[in-house]
């Protein structure tokens, strides 16, 4: 039987690159370039299936204008924000994402931003990197401690509860607010709040781990951020869309923050010059899941839902 044709669109493992050409009649990108939404259109009208990462956006245009050939988008992501759900589930096109086996990851890159942030990390590396380290006391670059502070997780989902477990081994607090409370034994101790309000006015360091959703984009903004505890730090490492950028510029300048820690923004790639101008930011070019270990389980977790529908199962991780 003839191997169904499959597009990767950006590079991956090496792998997880050469199960997909054991298995499928594959086109890879070796360039790594990132296709142009006509040239994204027409690579995918030749395929059957696609395994995309959150850099290529299937609004439902471009769904409607691939057409009929293409049955299933096997994202290489947790997060589908950059998939038209409802146009895909119309058009009769299967989509999956890779949950749990980037939460580890994901986690390590929120304790980097809050550390990083809560010890002016970004501050002291420049200083020395320009040459600029002439000076020591003790009231020299003094940060915020972590340690017995409390931690709002916002979205307890995976990534949340691994963020509240390495919250806890730093001896914080954690506090949480989610669509629906969790049972004890993931809740550990951990207080649920019925409200985000409620949730915001207790976060000495807020963490944002909710998916990006109409309701959530720009959840954090200038009404919600002055309900964070003054000099709190805020922490995203889930999509810059949950946040008013402008409105974080002015809390960062005001003091209301006392720092904030990102891995994602609402212009990517690039970043936002405005908050990379200020002192009090710790940044990251959007690497949440960047170890090798992560690519290489997210890979064989786009696969696996990948064999299952064409083996005639149900994928495994079925989003739409
Ligand atoms: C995800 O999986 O959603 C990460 O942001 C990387 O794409």
């Given amino acids: 039987m003839a191997k169904p044709k499959l597009l990767i669109t950006r590079k991956l493992r090496d792998g997880v690159e050469a199960r997909a050409a054991r298995d499928y009649e594959v086109t890879l990108n070796p360039s790594d370039r990132l296709l142009t939404e006509a040239e994204l259109i027409e690579a995918c009208r030749k395929v059957d299936a696609v395994l995309p990462c959150h850099s290529e956006r299937f609004s439902a245009e471009v769904i409607a204008a691939i057409g009929p050939g293409l049955k299933i988008i096997a994202n290489h992501s947790v997060g589908t924000d950059h998939v038209d759900l409802a146009a895909a589930k119309a058009a009769g096109v299967v989509v999956t994402n890779t949950p749990d086996v980037l939460s580890d990851a994901t986690a390590?890159?929120?304790?980097?931003?809050?550390?990083?942030?809560?010890?002016?990390?970004a501050e002291g590396d420049a200083m020395i990197r320009a040459g600029k380290w002439d000076f020591w006391s003790p009231a020299f670059m003094v940060g915020r401690q972590v340690t017995g502070k409390r931690l709002g997780i916002l979205g307890m989902g995976r990534v949340g509860q691994v963020v509240a477990d390495r919250g806890r081994g730093f001896g914080m607090e954690v506090h949480y607010h989610n669509r629906r409370?969790?049972?004890?034994?993931?809740?550990k101790?951990?207080?649920?709040?019925?409200?985000?309000e409620s949730l915001l006015a207790v976060s000495d360091v807020l963490s944002l781990h909710c998916p990006t959703t109409p309701e959530s984009v720009g959840i954090i903004n200038a009404r919600t951020l002055a309900m964070l505890p003054d000099r709190a730090i805020l922490v995203n490492t889930a999509r810059g869309a949950l946040v008013d950028?402008?409105?974080?510029?002015?809390?960062?300048?005001?003091?209301?923050?006392?720092?904030?820690?990102?891995?994602?923004?609402r212009t990517e790639p690039g970043g936002n010059p405005e908050i990379a101008a200020l002192p009090n930011v710790f940044l990251l070019p959007h690497i949440g899941s960047a170890t090798e270990e992560t690519r290489?389980?997210?890979?064989?977790?786009a696969l696996d839902n990948l064999d299952a529908y064409f083996a005639g199962r149900e994928p495994g991780d079925r989003v739409a």
Avoid at 108 to 121: D, K, P, Q
Avoid at 181 to 187: D, G, M, V
Avoid at 245 to 265: H, I, M, N, P
Avoid at 296 to 301: L, S, T
């Fill in 296 to 301: 290489d389980a997210m890979g064989a977790r």
């Fill in 181 to 187: 409370r969790l049972p004890a034994h993931l809740e």
């Fill in 245 to 265: 950028e402008s409105a974080l510029v002015a809390a960062l300048r005001s003091g209301k923050l006392f720092a904030a820690g990102l891995d994602v923004f």
């Fill in 189 to 196: 101790g951990a207080v649920f709040h019925e409200t985000m």
């Fill in 108 to 121: 390590e890159i929120a304790m980097l931003c809050m550390l990083g942030a809560a010890r002016r990390g």
